[in-house]
Structure formats: C-alpha cells, structure tokens
C-alpha cells in the first residue's frame, strides 16, 4: 500500500482546511487509517483514526470537535476536514494504514505511511 497526502497550506487561525490521503491498493479498504501530525522538534502525534467501514472513528483531545476524519473506499481515500484552526496546529501532517482494521492511536500499529503534507496556521 502505498499513501499519498495532500491538501496541506498556509492559513490563518479559524480558517479550514482538508487534508487527503489516497492509496494505491486496492486494500485499502481492509485497513485502519488514522492521520498523525509532527511538529518541529516534537514527536509524531495521533490525530485521528478510523475503521475499515468508516463506522468508528476516534480524535485527539486537542482536535476533538474541530477535525473530522472520513474515507471513501470506492475512491481509495481518506480524509481530514480541520475547522478552526489554530497556530497550534501547525504541524507536518501523515497519513498512516494499519492491518488492524480500526483506526488505533498508537503509531507503531501503522505499517504503511505517507510522505507527510505541510499546514502551517499563522495567529
């Protein structure tokens, strides 16, 4: 599998932004997938993650009521809609599938990864 993020920019507090990640296989709609953030000169964070169906989703505390993880299987893609963004958010943003088939929040469940997409949220 492999996973290709977009969607990423430079926006201003409150703005919004949808990130997406596409795949490859045809797999894709047998795995988790959760989104993870970075910021510099910290570790690689959970955001989001959800399940095989799209039936089950669960966030970070941080982004709860703000972002809103989906997918569409039929087009082999995933989705991260983020509403009133903060600079706090600034972050290199990943897309991640697992073999688990839920969305987990551990990093280290995800075996296929993405190459990152920049949002950058200014004050």
């Known amino acids: 599998v492999q996973l290709q993020a977009s969607g990423g920019g430079q926006v201003e507090a409150g703005d919004s932004l949808r990130l997406s990640c596409t795949a490859s296989?045809?797999?894709?709609?047998?795995?988790?997938m959760g989104w993870f953030r970075q910021a510099p000169g910290k570790e690689r964070d959970f955001v989001a993650g959800?399940?095989?169906?799209?039936?089950?989703?669960n966030y970070a505390d941080s982004v709860k009521g703000r972002f809103t993880i989906s997918r569409d299987n039929a087009k082999n893609t995933m989705y991260l809609q983020m509403n009133s963004l903060k600079p706090e958010d600034t972050a290199v943003y990943y897309c991640?599938?697992?073999?688990?088939?839920?969305?987990?929040?551990?990093?280290?469940?995800?075996?296929?990864w993405g190459q990152g997409t920049q949002v950058t949220v200014s004050s």
């Open positions: 991640a599938a697992n073999l688990r088939g839920f969305g987990t929040r551990s990093a280290s469940d995800y075996r296929y």
């Open positions: 296989a045809r797999t894709f709609s047998n795995n988790g």
């Open positions: 959800i399940s095989w169906r799209g039936d089950s989703t």
